[in-house]
C-alpha cells in the first residue's frame, strides 16, 4: 500500500505501514469487511502527527532565519545611519 510513503522522511511510521500492509495481505474480504480499518487509522495518525512535527521544525527554522534577516537589516541600516 503506499509504496510513495516508505521514504527517509516517513520511518517514524514504518512500523505502522507495515502493520497494514500485512493486514491487507490477509485477503480482500478481510479487507473490505474492515479488518484493516484500526491499521489504517494508526498509519493516518501517525503520519499527521510526524507531519506536524516537521511543520513544526520547520516554522521555528523559517522564524529564527527571518529574525537573523532583520537583524542584520538593522545593523545595516544603523551603521549607514538611517535609522
Known amino acids: ?3 510513495h510513503l516508505h521514504t527517509k522522511d516517513n520511518f ?3 512500523d505502522v505501514m507495515v502493520a497494514l ?3 491487507h495481505a490477509k485477503g480482500f474480504l478481510h479487507k473490505s469487511l474492515g479488518g484493516c480499518n484500526d491499521a489504517k487509522i494508526k498509519v493516518n ?3 499527521k502527527g510526524a507531519r506536524a512535527r516537521r511543520t513544526e521544525a520547520n516554522r521555528a527554522a523559517a522564524k529564527a532565519k527571518r529574525e537573523e534577516r532583520e537583524n542584520r537589516i538593522k545593523e545595516l541600516n544603523k551603521s549607514l545611519g538611517l535609522d
Open 21 to 23: 500492509e500485512e493486514c
Open 1 to 3: 500500500m503506499h509504496p
Open 12 to 14: 517514524e511510521c514504518e
Open 45 to 47: 495518525e501517525c503520519l
